[in-house]
């Protein structure tokens, strides 16, 4: 499996079925961390890291606080990730296991509008 990223301008097929998505939120400043998988056709969040909380950024009733780091653990499912990305904004982090993180830039480039992130299958990378 691995995981395709999409928008306007570009698309791309990354071989992996963990990764991590990373920001900081805009104003608040906090780094939010998300760790999702590729399971079948789906991509399911397997844990998520908030170093603090404000302005929606609030832990989730179970999240346990370690060493100033708020964790918990969804396990939710999605088909499909749609993430804004401005150039007013820091562009997301991309962290694949074995690799260092990148901004997604690096990855995809942006169009200033919305990647699509997804679960694709061996047929889905080879195109047309």
Known sequence: MAVCLANAVAAVAV?????????????????????????????????VRVRGYGAGMEPAPEAVLRDGVWEWHPRTTQALLRLTRSAFTADYQWCVPGSDCVPMSEVLPSDGDVTEVRACDAAARAGP
Do not use: M, P
Request: glycine share 4%.
């Open 15 to 47: 071989a992996a079925t963990h990764f991590t998505l990373g920001w900081t939120h805009s104003i608040e400043k906090i780094l939010w961390e998300e760790d999702w998988r590729v399971q079948d056709t789906v991509l399911v969040l397997d844990a």
